[in-house]
């Protein structure tokens, strides 16, 4: 589908960031934190199964130079398997969106269930030549793997090793029988209002970044008690209130450094530094260059 074919005034080319785990699988994630839709691509042939997980915002899969377009939405996954033809992700992410994708081959999903395939439904013999699609509701125990996933701050040399444990753990509780498996992962999901609480407060420290309320002020506010605010955060997030607000700050700023809209004291200021100076230091020590030489090396 050409670009051109979209009819939205403010529309970005973005691309995947894609991890593999081994070989036949891997992993495609995709945060589009400026306020324009963006899209983002990625071939794919037909022996590939195709899960896709939307933790935030939404976005939609066109399929036949935009004959066919499908829908996904906040807390919801997608499986895609056409057996027939191959089904390339082309992808239009709303502003405001997070996606995790588990791509795998049909020979390596099979080796995975060999021993008994009976509930996987589109892989009984009578299904396994035909398209399938399913969609379905992300589930609390799945939406913590999913934000440990995003959330990744541990040392890049160990990124393949991580995520293709959390990836299989993914799979797990996707193709999971059992209700009592959200609770046996954690504690906090005993208590789905309590979810919902730890939820807001991460939209909140988002709305607000630029001036984001303590930790107390948090608290107080989602109606939750500091202890669990702080416990149930990191369980969920994988990371403190703080950190993940620091490094979703520095996504931002990426985008917006990227996007040539902005200068770097532009960016400091909408993501929440008053100084110039404080703001470069952050962005350092993220990335590891100040945003003038990532701006530099970005376009070269």
């Known amino acids: 589908m050409n670009l051109e074919n979209i009819t939205s005034k403010s529309i970005a080319k973005g691309s995947f960031e894609e991890t593999y785990l081994e070989k036949g699988f891997f992993i495609l994630s995709y945060k589009n934190d400026i306020e324009a839709i963006e899209v983002v691509e990625r071939r ?6 195709q899960f896709h997980f939307c933790t935030k915002g939404e976005a939609t899969f066109v399929f036949n130079q935009g004959t066919y377009r499908l829908p996904i939405q906040q807390d919801t996954s997608l499986l895609l ?4 033809r191959d089904l390339p992700i082309h992808l239009e992410v709303q502003p405001n969106c997070w996606l995790i994708s588990l791509v795998i081959s049909l020979e390596k999903f099979h080796s995975l269930f060999s021993q008994d395939t009976s509930y996987v439904t589109f892989l ?6 035909k398209k399938y699609y399913k ?5 609390p125990s799945m939406a913590v793997v999913l934000n440990q996933l995003l959330s990744f701050s541990l040392n890049t040399s160990i990124k393949s090793l991580y995520f293709k ?10 193709f999971n029988r059992s209700e009592d498996a959200d609770i046996e992962q954690c504690p906090f999901l005993v208590d789905e209002e309590n979810v919902a609480k730890l939820k807001k407060a991460k939209d909140i420290m988002i709305a607000e970044m630029a001036e984001p309320p303590t930790l107390q002020e948090l608290s107080d506010r989602i109606d939750l008690s500091l202890k669990k605010l702080k416990e149930g955060f990191k369980q969920i997030y994988g990371d403190t209130v703080y950190s993940f607000l620091f490094d979703y700050k520095m996504e931002v700023a990426r985008k917006l450094l990227e996007s040539g809209a902005y200068n770097v004291n532009e960016v400091g200021l909408k993501v929440g530094y008053s100084t110039a100076s ?3 230091a952050a962005f350092k020590k993220k990335f590891g260059t100040t945003p003038k030489k990532y701006i530099t090396e970005t376009n070269t």
């Open 124 to 129: 009984s013999d009578d299904n396994r030549d």
């Open 44 to 49: 794919i042939d037909s022996s590939y199964i």
């Open 278 to 280: 404080h703001f470069i």
């Open 81 to 84: 398997y056409n057996p027939q």
């Open 165 to 174: 444990g959390k990836a299989y753990e993914l799979l797990s509780l996707f």
């Open 135 to 139: 969609d379905g509701i992300i589930s």
